[in-house]
């Protein structure tokens, strides 16, 4: 089945640390304990991020100049339309911030296989994998594609690709 979600089918809601708040476009559960959720938000200052512990996290920056994120001996460059993927569990810190930048962002439970994240730019075939599904996140029109069979996407503009493994 092909879902097209629009900004009317997403929920607004603060960040888990309270200095922000995320648009949360799908989200899966189970037994009460979140499997997958697919958000986004704005980074506008410098800032420690959320922590969220059993996740594994990947941002993809979609507006702006990015921005870096920095701790325990990690050092990512968030920058526009280059997914970074670090662990929810570790203490980082948004820092080099000198605009506003709009990201996207990919949660998945720890003991899921990690996600795989791709920008598109040109047509695709995404097949999902055997039980999982293809999320495609169009930015430019805010609309985000669920699908568990096959999906042609028709490019050009860029959006993200997100295959994910429901265990």
Excluded: C
């Amino acid at each position: 089945m092909i879902r097209h979600l629009t900004a009317a089918d997403f929920r607004t809601m603060p960040w888990a640390n309270g200095k922000g708040v995320t648009i949360e476009m799908a989200r899966e559960d189970r037994d009460g304990a979140m499997l997958w959720r697919l958000s986004r938000a704005s980074v506008v200052e410098e800032g420690d991020f959320s922590i969220f512990p059993g996740i594994e996290r990947n941002l993809t920056v979609l507006t702006g100049p990015g921005f870096d994120l920095v701790g325990q001996g990690l050092h990512l460059a968030a920058r526009p339309f280059a997914p970074v993927a670090f662990a929810g569990d570790v203490p980082l810190r948004a820092v080099a911030v000198t605009a506003p930048s709009d990201d996207f962002n990919v949660m998945t439970a720890r003991h899921l296989p990690r996600p795989v994240v791709q920008v598109l730019s040109a047509p695709a075939r995404l097949v999902p994998p055997q039980g999982g599904l293809i999320a495609v996140y169009a930015p430019e029109g805010a609309e985000l594609t669920l699908a568990d069979e096959p999906l042609d996407w028709p490019g050009p503009a860029p959006a993200i690709a997100v295959t994910i493994a429901r265990g």
